[in-house]
């Protein structure tokens, strides 16, 4: 079993490296394409998956172990956390704007193919335009 102070330090360098990889997808959130994002935020989800074990032992911990809340791995855990947080937050909605843009341009798309069909004769071809000319 790890001690408090080890569990503490393992939190902090998770959450700072969820931090670097959350800045990474927000500064690249317009280059990257649809599904590059949803491999990132998968592989994001993967990282706090293993977060949450680290604090739940950390919770399991704290409520067994009288601690002192203004020690300096404490207030260290705390800010990285509230610092990964408000980075979370910013970055989803990056994430959700390019989202819309992307379903907005896919419904326009859909909805000029739908639009050219009307232009198809249903006797020729569906791949082939009527001649206007003819």
């Known amino acids: 079993m790890k001690s408090f102070s080890e569990l503490l330090t393992m939190s902090i360098s998770q959450y700072g490296y969820l931090y670097d990889k959350t800045k990474s997808i927000g500064d690249q ?6 599904e590059d994002i949803l491999t990132a935020l998968q592989d994001l989800n993967g990282l706090l998956d293993e977060a949450k074990k680290i604090d739940s032992a950390i919770n399991i911990a704290i409520s067994t ?3 002192e809340e203004n020690s300096l791995l404490h207030r260290s855990r705390v800010a990285i956390m509230e610092r990964f947080l408000d980075l979370n937050n910013d970055v989803a909605l990056k994430v959700r ?3 819309a843009v992307l379903l907005e341009e896919r419904n326009k798309i859909k909805n000029g193919r739908q639009g050219v069909s009307g232009y198809l004769s249903s006797s020729q071809n569906p791949t082939r335009f009527v001649n206007e000319s003819a």
């Open 29 to 34: 959130v317009n280059i990257l394409s649809t």
């Open 65 to 67: 172990t009288l601690i």
């Open 97 to 99: 704007g390019k989202m």
